[in-house]
């Protein structure tokens, strides 16, 4: 088995859509357009087609085409792969069971989930891209879902979760995973919030219970912050997530 990892994942970041108004206003970079779509199929032949229009007449800059990005959403909105209540992994859960084994020189060299801290210190401590769920990573995905969805349209759906029968389109999917990431911070029926896990103080104290801390990256299966807890530079994006959805 390969390694089933967040930098398969990454392609999908590779995406804009351009305008055609704006597009046809900039005549010199359109000529060049054509010329390219045209001329270097040594370069295009293995990306999504950059001259068929979709919604709007837009066109798509991107590295997946349609056929590709549904391969891909099959295995990230799999729960038992990349969909966590909170979001998306860093790493498969498929590692749970199936750790990923390299022998090399006599030694065994091994990946495996772990979705909060690392259980050796080889590594400072931490599981880091090993299985946590990472908010800049996160973002980055809703908003490649956005992108393809302004040129796919709402009749491209997917099935989210993977093997749910629910048929989605791409900026439901978007908007599915961002309330996930936001349910880290948000109370649950109970009152409590995943974030803080079984901290006390944290949960239950009227002192301590609306203080927020934005924690470095979160634990991939039930949302615990884990890490330094101050990353306000990435973690703090919760806060453009919860304005898009209006919460």
């Keep these: 088995m390969k390694v089933r990892a967040m930098v398969g994942l990454i392609p999908l970041f590779a995406v804009e859509t351009l305008e055609p108004e704006i597009v046809d206003k900039l005549s010199g970079f359109k000529r060049r357009l054509e010329w390219f779509v045209d001329n270097r199929r040594d370069l295009t032949q293995n990306v999504a087609c950059m001259r068929t229009p979709g919604r709007g007449e837009r066109r798509l800059l991107a590295i997946v085409d349609r056929d590709k990005l549904r391969r891909v959403l099959k295995v990230m909105l799999d729960e038992q792969e990349f969909l966590s209540p909170y979001g998306i992994r860093a790493l498969s859960r498929v590692h749970l069971e199936q750790p990923y084994r390299l022998h090399v020189n006599g030694m065994e060299h091994r990946v495996d989930y772990e979705p909060a801290e690392s259980s050796s210190g080889l ?55 961002s309330r996930r990431l936001s349910r880290i911070f948000l109370r649950d029926a109970g009152g409590r919030r995943p974030v803080y896990g079984g901290i006390e103080k944290f949960q239950a104290d009227p002192h ?40």
């Design 123 to 177: 590594f400072g401590g931490n599981s880091n891209w090993r299985g946590p769920i990472w908010f800049p990573v996160n973002y980055l995905i809703i908003e490649s879902l956005q992108k393809f969805h302004y040129y796919l349209g709402d009749d491209y759906k997917v099935e989210c979760p993977t093997g749910s029968g629910n048929m989605m389109t791409l900026w439901e999917v978007a908007a599915e995973i």
């Design 208 to 247: 301590w219970r609306d203080l927020l801390l934005f924690h470095e990256y979160f634990h991939g299966d039930d949302g615990v912050g884990v890490g330094a807890s101050h990353q306000t530079g990435w973690t703090g994006l919760v806060a453009k997530l919860l304005q898009q959805s209006g919460v």
